[in-house]
Structure formats: structure tokens, C-alpha cells
């Protein structure tokens, strides 16, 4: 964050989709709800400055796009962290399971998430914005592979033909957190890696909710706390 300037406060915008938001299931009623310890919030206690989140639920990175477009001027921001790829990796699986014999597309195209990703960074970088990229946090194939197939033995039987094999979802996941990393490194940008922070655990597993993709309340500190990690290490100035 080489752009930035020494100052009392610093405007931090977040934008993203539902991990950033907070979103979390929950258990008991077998529904989503917003977390009030999300990463975010927990950011916005010692960060210097003010932490705005715009980031929604089911948020691909081309509507976030959109999106960040429309609140640059309003938020004036020194510095944007942007979380996407979760749901641009994904499918439409009712589809998948309908159609097992089809050709099935992501939410967003690979090369076309690595595309934006790169145009959001430049337009940012332009505007003398320091954007910083998180990794995505490791998903629980089984797990999700349930949530996915909603219980359904025929769901899960016609989900299973077309993957091949539950492992692929993760492998899925992977390459574009992987594109991620690649961009970070290509464009010198900065780029905090959360997805270690689950992976470094004995079981990370227990840092998602039951829907196996959503990170809980648990998670949700260990992603606070690697960025609290990186900006003490590197940019202590930006804490309280």
C-alpha cells in the first residue's frame, strides 16, 4: 500500500459477497443470517479509520464490479479489500441435477473472473485506491455436496454423474483461488491469504457452518485475525 499517506483515518471499503457480508447458517432454524462478528465488524475495531461493507449476498465479481462502480465517490475510499470467487465458481445446481448429461457453466467464466479481477485492480489502482485481494476460504466437499443435493438421492446421484467425483468441487474452488494468488503476483498487488489461516488448522472443517462453503462464527475470527496479522506485520500504521 505503497499509495498511501500517513494520516489520522483511513476510509476502508469491503466489497464482496456473502462471507464479507457475514452471512452464516444457522443450525437449529436451517436458515442464513447476518453474523454480528463478522470479519468485517471485527476489522472495524482497530482499524484507523472507518470500515464500510457493500458487499451481498450471492455477489458474483461482475456484479461487485458493478456495484463498487456506483459506490467509489459515496465511500471516497483509501483502501478497497476485495473478496470474490466463491460464488463465481459455482453452478446452478438444481440444473446440474436435472441434466446430468449436459454441459453445465460456472456463475462466471474462468478466464473471464481472471479478466474482471485484473480490470477491477487497474480501474482502483487508477483512481489511486489501494485494493488488497483475500484468498478464499477452503469449502467442505462433503459437505456442500449434501447441502448441494438438498438430501435428494436422485439429486445426489445425477450431481455425482456429471462431477465425477466430490472431490472436483474442491479442485474447482482451488483453481480459482489459485488464479487469485496468480493475479496478485502478475498485477503487484497485495493479497492477504485467509485460506491458509483455515488450512493451517487441524481440522479447518470446524471453521464452517454445516452448509460446508460458509465460514462460522469461529471462521470468521481467524480471518480477522490473519488480516489483523498482516497489517501489524506490514502496516502498522493502519491500527488504532
Not at 31 to 43: Q, T
Not at 77 to 99: Q, T
Not at 134 to 151: H, R, V
Not at 171 to 199: G, H, M, P
Amino acid at each position: 500500500m505503497e499509495m498511501l499517506n500517513i494520516k489520522e483515518n483511513y476510509n476502508f471499503l469491503v466489497c464482496g459477497d456473502s462471507i464479507s457480508k457475514g452471512v452464516v447458517l444457522d443450525k437449529i432454524r436451517n436458515k442464513y443470517v447476518v453474523l454480528k462478528d463478522s470479519y468485517a465488524n471485527i476489522l472495524n475495531g482497530y482499524l484507523k479509520g472507518t470500515v464500510e461493507n457493500i458487499s451481498k449476498f450471492g455477489s458474483t465479481i461482475l456484479r461487485g464490479k458493478d456495484r463498487l462502480k456506483k459506490e467509489l465517490n459515496k465511500a471516497n475510499p483509501d483502501i478497497v479489500l476485495l473478496e470474490f470467487g466463491g460464488n463465481d465458481c459455482d453452478f446452478n445446481w438444481d440444473e446440474v441435477a436435472k441434466n446430468p448429461y449436459k454441459d453445465h457453466l460456472p456463475n462466471t467464466d474462468f478466464n473471464v473472473f481472471k479478466e474482471t479481477l485484473k480490470e477491477l485492480i487497474d480501474s482502483l489502482k487508477n483512481a489511486n485506491i489501494a485494493p488488497v485481494l483475500l484468498t478464499l476460504p477452503p469449502l467442505d466437499a462433503d459437505k456442500y455436496f449434501n447441502w448441494i443435493s438438498k438430501g435428494n438421492k436422485e439429486s445426489a446421484k445425477n450431481i455425482l454423474t456429471w462431477l465425477g467425483s466430490v472431490t472436483k468441487i474442491y479442485w474447482w474452488q482451488e483453481r480459482y483461488n489459485s488464479a487469485i494468488l496468480s493475479i496478485a503476483s502478475s498485477t503487484n498487488t497485495k493479497i492477504i491469504d485467509v485460506r491458509s489461516a483455515f488450512l493451517d488448522r487441524p481440522d479447518y472443517r470446524k471453521l464452517l457452518c454445516e452448509d460446508g462453503i460458509h465460514p462460522n462464527e469461529e471462521g470468521h475470527k481467524a480471518i480477522a485475525d490473519r488480516i489483523k496479522d498482516y497489517v501489524m506485520t506490514y502496516y502498522g500504521f493502519l491500527l488504532k
